[in-house]
């Protein structure tokens, strides 16, 4: 009965800046480490950032370091990612996922190692 809604997506232009949010209906959200995911038709599904159950552990693609920051509030059961500077080619839909591990592992870019996914919400950016 885990479930993930993302919202926060919509249409910016380059160079600007918007913020995605994923409540979680998990009543122990403090014993998952969260992720975010992107895919764009035709390619597979790539890793954008992860946090750990904790917050103290944080993981981003290099495509997004220094302009995209994931952070996770546990008392509302919500994780955001808030992306500045974005261009277009972030242009996808962006998936909020959680894993049953707390702390990640080594793996925490893999989709496999996640159990439960968002539907998605589309982030386009314009030229």
């Known amino acids: 009965q885990v479930q993930l809604v993302e919202s926060g997506g919509g249409l910016v232009q380059a160079g600007g800046s918007l913020r995605l949010s994923c409540a979680a209906s998990?009543?122990?959200?403090?014993?998952?480490?969260m992720g975010w995911f992107r895919q764009t038709p035709g390619k597979e599904r790539e890793f954008v950032a992860a946090i750990s159950w904790s917050g103290g552990s944080t993981y981003y693609a290099d495509s997004v370091k220094g302009r995209f920051t994931i952070s996770r509030d546990n008392a509302k059961n919500t994780v955001y990612l808030q992306m500045d500077s974005l261009k277009p080619e972030d242009t996808a839909v962006y998936y909020c996922a959680a894993s049953p591990r707390p702390d990640l592992g080594s793996s925490y870019y893999y989709t496999r190692r996640y159990d439960h996914w968002g539907q998605g919400t589309q982030v386009t950016v314009s030229s």
């Open positions: 998990i009543r122990t959200f403090r014993s998952y480490g």
